[in-house]
């Protein structure tokens, strides 16, 4: 059975860092391409992060904008996003996914964890 399990959300304040984490059991990342998402009640999934072991390229929405850092560990399957200087626009739930197509889309592969919810207070 494939699951994701995602972990590391919380409570912070505007300024402050979380790091997500996300493992996968039931198979393995390989070359997937593999990411993060944030959903705000109300408003569509979007694309946070992600990466391909394909070409190594890592890619980061807009509003990233050098503050969050994703990462992998493909030999335990594991990934993580670290978000440093959190603002309350990004309070969301995250969610971590596997098998996404190339700029971080959606594909009818894809599978998602069951999400964590990162609130950031003023």
């Known amino acids: 059975d494939v699951q994701l399990q995602a972990s590391g959300g919380g409570l912070v304040q505007a300024g402050g860092s979380l790091r997500l984490s996300c493992a996968a059991s039931?198979?393995?990342?390989?070359?997937?391409?593999i990411g993060w998402f944030r959903q705000v009640p109300g408003k569509v999934r979007e694309a946070v992060s992600c990466?391909?072991?394909?070409?190594?390229?890592?890619e980061y929405a807009d509003f990233v904008a050098g503050r969050f850092t994703f990462s992998s560990d493909r030999a335990k399957n594991t990934m993580a996003l670290q978000m440093n200087n959190l603002k309350p626009a990004d309070t969301a739930v995250y969610y971590c996914?596997?098998?996404?197509?190339?700029?971080?889309?959606?594909?009818?592969?894809?599978?998602w964890g069951q999400g964590t919810l990162v609130t950031v207070s003023s």
């Open positions: 990466g391909s072991n394909r070409d190594g390229i890592t």
């Open positions: 996914a596997v098998s996404l197509g190339p700029y971080c889309t959606v594909t009818r592969s894809t599978r």
């Open positions: 039931g198979f393995t990342f390989d070359d997937r391409t």
